[in-house]
């Protein structure tokens, strides 16, 4: 596995979608998955709820089943998650908190939990409305241990072949780009999810039991 100044790189990332309520959910359950892997889990809580929001704002200002793409990526000192549509016409608005409605409250949600770190950007037919949360650039950083080595080893056997899905997450069996690491580690913990459902567990119990597990282990290790 390649590493970049010392620790895992953490390339953007990007998904789109149709707008939708019932893609809420997924889309947050996505989104901690990465945050979780890019070693920033004290900023799931917060994403995702301007995530939900943010779709929320396209379902009900532009339309529901309206294509769309949440990102996300790292810019120093900053972690920036965004979602783009195709209307550059609706643009969210931040009202004032007294006179806020019941179904108004989601650019104030944002602009409170953000630290009042968003705004909006037009590209051409399309505006996308970003959020940011200020980050530790080396959060999990240990490039050894044996969690790192087995977490190797499984992307390793992930890499050397082609998926249950028939894609192939890497070009070599030895060494795999640190794209295709990545989103072979997404492969391997969204299999382990499927396999939960299967025999009838919480997903989101079992995440939650192993973030604190993780955050457990990194903080006896320092």
């Known amino acids: ?35 979780i892997l890019w070693g920033f889990p004290d900023h799931v809580d917060a994403a995702q709820i301007c995530v ?3 779709v929320s704002n396209v379902i009900q200002h532009v339309g529901e089943g309206t294509p769309a793409t949440l990102r996300m990526a790292i810019t120093d000192p900053y972690l920036r998650v965004e ?9 969210p608005t931040l009202l004032a908190a007294s006179n806020v ?13 953000t630290d009042h770190r968003w705004g909006v950007v037009l590209r051409g037919n399309s505006k996308a409305v970003w959020c940011e949360f200020a980050v530790d650039g080396s959060a999990c950083s240990r490039t050894s241990g044996p969690r790192v080595t087995r977490g190797e080893a499984i992307l390793e056997l992930y890499g050397s072949g082609s998926l249950p899905r ?28 499927h396999w939960l459902c299967a025999h009838g567990h919480d997903p989101d119990d079992v995440l939650d039991r192993a973030q604190t597990q993780f955050e457990a282990e990194i903080g006896g290790s320092v």
């Open 101 to 113: 409605l019941e179904s108004g409250r989601g650019m104030a949600l944002v602009d409170a939990v």
């Open 166 to 193: 028939g894609r192939a997450v890497a070009e070599s069996a030895s060494l795999l780009s640190m794209a295709a690491a990545e989103e072979a580690a997404i492969e391997v913990m969204a299999d382990v999810l």
């Open 1 to 35: 596995m390649i590493y970049v100044s010392g620790r895992v790189g953490r390339e953007p990332w990007l998904h789109e979608f149709t707008a939708r309520p019932k893609e809420v959910a997924q889309l947050r359950r996505m989104l901690r998955l990465r945050l």
């Open 83 to 91: 979602v783009e549509d195709p209307d550059p016409r609706a643009l």
């Open 52 to 54: 939900s929001e943010l």
